[in-house]
Each structure stands twice: as structure tokens, then as C-alpha cells.
């Protein structure tokens, strides 16, 4: 099976094709052939920027916080961890007769998805915390942190 990736947009119910050539270049080739068409909605990717803006600002900071309430410091993967398990929430699949854990994967979220992460943290830590998070154009000195 041959997959090619079509992309475009909808617009008043019609399907906009970003490179009509490539499209029906692909569509000459299945003459005669039965085909598969699944229409999905694109997911942009997360950008280099919102990641080092989690690593670099929110992480630190929410490190930092949880130092202050508890005396205890965690690491930056530990703290990861449970922002992921408060905020996006963790899966159990069953295996067989067996039930496993399964924690949830940010890379999934895209760009959208990642900002209301984001932002859903930032919340949390000035509540629980009493921290404030700077936005990522509030405050760029985490652009100069390794990520």
C-alpha cells in the first residue's frame, strides 16, 4: 500500500487542495484501483520555541515552587512527570489480563494543545504554589537557557 499525504483546507464545505498537481499525479497513478481516503484535521507540530519555554521557564519555576511548600527538592523529570499525570491525566490499558499505567506523551498535545498546558500550569502555580510564570514574551531571559 502506497500512502501519499494530500494537504489543503475546507472552505464553505469544499475541499481547497494545497498542490492540485500533486494530487492528481497520485490519482493518475490508482486509474483503475479501489482506493482509501481519510480526511483528518492537521496538527501542527510543537516548535522548538515551546519547548524551550517548558523546559527552560515553566519547569524551573514550578521546581523552584515545590522546593518552597515542601523543603524538597525534585528533578526536572520528576516534576515533568507529574505535571503530565495532573494535567493531561494517565491511561490504563489492559494487556492480556494484565493492567498497565500508561503515562501521557506532551509531543502528542501540538501547538494548541500545548499552550493550554501551559497555561493550565501557570494556573495551578499561582494557586497552589503562590508563584506567578512568566508568559513566554513577558519575560525571554529563557531563551538563553539551555533547553
Known sequence: MSVSKITGKVE??????DSPIKLQNRIDKLEGCRFEFDLIKEKKEVSP???GYYWACIIPHVRQGLFDASGEWHTEKEVH??????????KKIKIGKT???????????????REEYHSDIRK???????????LP???????NKKA
Open 12 to 17: 464553505l464545505g469544499c475541499l481547497l487542495y
Open 49 to 51: 520555541e515551546q519547548r
Open 81 to 90: 512527570g507529574e505535571m503530565k499525570i495532573k494535567f493531561i491525566g494517565i
Open 99 to 113: 493492567h498497565v499505567t500508561k503515562l501521557p506523551s506532551t509531543e502528542k498535545l501540538g501547538t494548541v494543545g
Open 124 to 134: 495551578w502555580a499561582w494557586v497552589y504554589l503562590n508563584i506567578v510564570i512568566p
Open 137 to 143: 514574551k513577558e519575560d525571554m531571559s529563557w531563551l
